[in-house]
Every structure is written in structure tokens, then in C-alpha cells.
């Protein structure tokens, strides 16, 4: 039981659930210069891996919920794009993201959405063929683009953002629950607990 509480300390995991610090003490998430510098680095990117980091940026996905997108799971008539939310105990539980419009052209411009649409043989065709490994270099290598190191310049960092960003602009933390697809609203909490010029925001409300 020790050796299991250390190995969940070591991920920068408690008994109450995620933490936004490592065992350092260093932020496990992008600030808002930090998301728009990746977005920036992220234009200049092959097409396919630009649209899979705005993907990451914009829905606060899991990487392997990403890879796991299919054509007929990006709703362009509702503006959402639909996960399934892969660390939950039971399969099959989805979850829709709203994007912005941006976002779906860039999707249906560089996959040819409509066209997979469109073809009942097609609709499951994945939007990113890769292993995981290399998402995760084509990721780090528009991290570096940016000139982004430390915890936070990971896929993790990017969705530890979309929530820190989320409460920052006064989402409900239910709505955002449902976004991450989180199990417990406790584990969305963590969100709350931003500092720095995101605490100030948050904080400006209440003056």
C-alpha cells in the first residue's frame, strides 16, 4: 500500500485526486502566453499535426482519446467533436466538446470530413493514424517550436490548461467535468486551485 501511495506521488497524485504541482513544486500546466505560443508554433506545423494539437488544445482530450477520433465523431452541423472517454470503468461513454468554428474548418479542410462523411465505409476512418509514441514526438516537437519546457510541455499540460482556462473564464465546474470526462466532479476540482495571474482573474470577479 506505501509503494502504491509513492509510485501515485511520484505521478503528482494524491489520495484527493490529480494535483496541478510535481513533487517539485513545478506547474504541470500551460499558462495562457505559454497555450498561445504552442497554438502560434503549431501554425507553422505539417497540416496534420497542426490539426491534431488543436484538437489537444481545444477539447482538453486524453492523446489517446485523440488518435481514437474518428470522421463520423466530429459533428460539424452541432459544432461539437465527440470522445469516448477512455479512462471511465465502463466503455462506451461519450462525451461532446464544443469547438469553435476554426477548428472544424481546419478539421474538415485537412481530413476531408465531408468526403469520409459522406461513405458508410469511410465514417470510421481514424482522423490520426499514428501510434501513440509518435504523437507524442510530432507534440514535442511543436513544444520546442515554442520554446516551451517543464512539466507542462506535454499533451497532459495542454489539458490541464483547457481546465485551468475553463475555470478561469467562469465555466461551471460540472459543465467542465463533462468536457474532460471526468468520473468524480472532485477530480475536476483541482482547477479551482490555479495561481499566479490565473488566481488574479478568478479573484477580479469577486472585486
Avoid at 38 to 65: D, H, K, N, V
Amino acid at each position: 500500500m506505501a509503494r502504491r501511495a509513492a509510485r501515485r506521488e511520484a505521478r503528482g497524485m494524491t489520495a484527493e485526486g490529480l494535483q496541478l504541482y510535481d513533487a517539485q513544486g513545478r506547474r504541470k500546466y500551460m499558462t495562457a502566453d505559454e497555450r498561445a505560443r504552442f497554438l502560434s508554433a503549431a501554425e507553422q506545423a505539417p497540416r496534420e499535426t497542426r490539426t491534431f494539437c488543436l484538437t489537444l488544445c481545444y477539447t482538453g482530450c486524453r492523446i489517446s482519446e485523440g488518435l481514437a477520433l474518428t470522421a463520423d465523431r466530429v459533428d460539424l452541423d452541432a459544432g461539437v467533436v465527440i470522445f469516448e472517454s477512455l479512462k471511465q470503468r465502463r466503455p462506451g461513454r461519450y462525451r461532446a466538446v464544443p469547438v469553435p468554428p476554426a477548428v472544424l474548418d481546419a478539421l474538415d479542410l485537412v481530413h476531408d470530413l465531408k468526403a469520409l462523411q459522406r461513405r458508410a465505409w469511410t465514417r470510421r476512418t481514424r482522423l490520426w493514424p499514428w501510434s501513440r509514441p509518435t504523437a507524442w514526438r510530432r507534440v514535442a516537437g511543436v513544444m520546442r517550436q515554442a520554446r516551451l519546457d517543464g512539466p507542462q510541455a506535454t499533451p497532459t499540460g495542454l489539458r490541464h490548461a483547457f481546465g485551468v482556462q475553463a475555470v478561469t473564464k467562469g465555466i461551471p465546474l460540472n459543465m467542465v467535468q463533462k468536457w474532460l470526462g471526468h468520473a468524480q466532479l472532485s477530480t475536476t476540482a483541482i482547477y479551482a486551485d490555479a495561481v499566479g495571474a490565473e488566481e488574479q482573474e478568478i479573484a477580479s470577479r469577486m472585486w
